[in-house]
């Protein structure tokens, strides 16, 4: 049975929402969860909860890295972490995948630090799925890196390409640079020999895109500095919400409006099934030596279940293996 | 009688949408305009439309800088173009204020090359009003300048403040720096470098915001690099469109939604003018010495009224005066 490292302190709503979370995967998938952290807490959790009995598993660790702590200090200080525990059981090989709600950076520095990057890999990139009017597109990356060279955009391609096709199933999917203007004189030397570069790999690149493409779903994968993706990636999810909460004010106004509010409820929890994070269960740190799942620190646990069957389909379809074959088959360029 | 100069060949259907906006506004406003451009073009135009006669004026200019043009290269190769007189004709005293919805580079450049910048400021930035659960907040710089340094974002940071408690009468406005973590610890160097400066000035700086509360409105300036800035707002400009394109896909499918969507009728359009930008009509570039509003490209007739409306305001609230009194009081450390 595939085996699942839980770390089961990060998390804004954590140990709680990671316990509930885990136990409906446990009841849902034919997986193995081990949930790391400090065992009485997590005991106490579990046995509030409904579960598959033997599908979970605890692993004590003593320490928790906050949502705010400095990511590489804290990780290097907290030897007994969640976090670094959970690192540590995929790193020997006694889990085949990890998902962590906690603290991103401290997420990102113990992943780099304790499972070292792939072959020809040289920085990890956040992939997140957003969904658009298409279906859905891949950001990459999404913050893990603030401050990434031409080359990481180009291995940030590959890797979403990899993880489009052979997890997604899209064929040749398509990769846009997200830029301030289609032509490829716009943009700053950074993003002109980002494109310079695509335009030269064995990358089906279509260009820059701008971020009025980025939800019609035009590219199949959005290739970015982590900086510029986390920030659009918040924006996105706060105006979502922003909108949500302004049509809701505007509904409540008279009892014509709240009437056909009512009628059009089905729609409503359509849209709102499509928009909602939840759903997709979290982003893939792409690049690392392991399969390797951060969710959103204020996740659900039906996001944390989601986080769970995405780090399950990760082992199935050998994400990894696929990245480096296709490195090797990589241009010189590269 | 305040004298607006509007570049009539500029945006993706001028000068057609162009002349119908000046017309409305000649309708509306106690305001003289000045349509610049190629003058059997703008006549025909005129002659289609109702105007108030004696308030608006063509004025020639034989050329058209398009959308797609190098930015610089245009403004200094075609002296006779819409966008460039437009900029001659204000510049000479011959009109008060400037909107264009012509090449946003072109527009940027043309200002910055034939105005100059106000006295202390080095670097001019695109201030535009966005929505938010609040009110509306200002984001600044929305593209003009793709390489910005720390020192230029403290210079919007002011230009932003006088704006927002000038123009909009808000006291005492808050300004945030876009950044991907609230820390200050969070960020590239240059982010960290800002956040210093910021600190230390005389800006009523609350410290970092993220993506997520652009909208929540909590910041009533928000700072950051044009690159940054340019990208979130055409993100979300596009979302909006996105999220009313799914729900409209989802009010279609029953009897009942279809209905219910009637009955919400009023809502729906209370929330569309919320968050149409063509109601607030434009953006300013701030820090050049003249008032010059920036349209959308796809400005409709009454956003490019609203622009005028806006440029006029401009004029009646001395922004660049203010500014100016403001940075000679400044602090040092600018």
Known sequence: MVRIVVDGMGGDDAPR???KGAAL?????????????????????LARTKFSKGKISIHPASEVVEMHEPASLSIRRKK????????DLLKEGKADALVTAGNTGAAVAAATLKLRML??????????PIPT????SLLIDAGANID????????????GEVYMSHVLGVKNPKVGLLNIGEE??????????SHRLLSSSGVNFIGNIEGKDIFTGNSDCIICDGFIGNVVLKVAENLAESIAELLKRELRKSFLTRLGAVLAKSAFLNLKKKMDYAEYG?????????????????????????????????????????ILERLANQSPTT
């Open 282 to 322: 979290g982003a893939l740190l792409l690049g690392v030596n392991g399969r390797y799942v951060i969710s959103h620190g204020s996740s659900s646990p039906k996001a944390i279940k989601n986080a769970i069957r995405v780090a399950g389909e990760c082992v199935n379809h050998h994400v990894n293996k696929h």
């Open 148 to 159: 990434s060279k031409p080359k990481h955009l180009l291995q940030y391609a590959v890797m």
């Open 184 to 193: 490829e004189t716009k943009g700053t030397d950074f993003i002109k020999e």
């Open 119 to 128: 072959e020809g890999i040289e920085r990890a990139g956040i992939a997140i």
């Open 25 to 45: 995967a446990s009841e849902e998938y034919h997986l193995h969860i081990i949930l790391v952290g400090q065992e009485e807490r997590l005991k106490e959790e």
């Open 133 to 136: 009017l298409a279906g859905h």
């Open 17 to 19: 929402s990671i316990v």
């Open 80 to 87: 007994d972490s969640s976090i670094a525990v959970s690192v």
